[in-house]
């Protein structure tokens, strides 16, 4: 599948990059590249129901702590227009167990909303946090920390297992 851009700027900054993906890739193992029919992998809808069925579609089960994965993973591959972003909100504000936290900031020194949920998906305990910028809505972090168990991993708890910073895009 080409790679999408919604600005001009987009585009520039992946072509200085090399362009990656610009090129078909033969894999050889079982993840493959994107199956195009895959409705994961279409344009995000815009509505709050089309949204939320996206950020559920291939998830076993559909707690908050699956949307919260399934957010940022979608910010992966996807950049979103103002109205999907918005959808995407809403999504996330009205999940069971998800918490307003305020303004916080996030390990790039920015400050935006938070959102988290307490889980255990994924097989230990941990708080899933989301930061997304006040004026866009557009995604700035995803932290994950260990809250009581750290399971086989050579950790004390709290710990932080997961930090992603999204530092462009939209």
Do not use: C
Request: charged share 25%.
């Amino acid at each position: 599948m080409a790679p999408r851009f919604r600005t001009a700027e987009q585009r520039r900054i992946w072509e200085e990059g090399g362009s990656p993906g610009s090129e078909a890739q033969e894999q050889s193992d079982s993840t493959g590249p994107a199956d195009p029919a895959d409705p994961r992998h279409r344009e995000p809808p815009s509505g709050v129901a089309g949204m939320e069925r996206r950020l559920r579609a291939g998830h076993e089960t559909h707690g908050a702590g699956e949307l919260f994965d399934s957010v940022a993973e979608r910010h992966i591959d996807n950049s979103f227009s103002p109205r999907q972003r918005a959808a995407l909100l809403r999504v996330v504000g009205a999940a069971r167990g998800v918490e307003y936290r305020g303004v916080m900031t996030d390990r790039a020194g920015r400050s935006g909303e938070a959102f988290s949920v307490a889980t255990a998906y994924g097989g230990l305990p941990k708080v899933q946090t989301l930061v997304f910028d006040p004026r866009t809505g557009t995604l700035l972090s995803d932290d994950e920390q260990l809250t009581s168990d750290a399971g086989a991993l050579n950790v004390r708890v709290p710990a932080v297992v997961l930090s992603i910073d999204y530092l462009e895009g939209g």
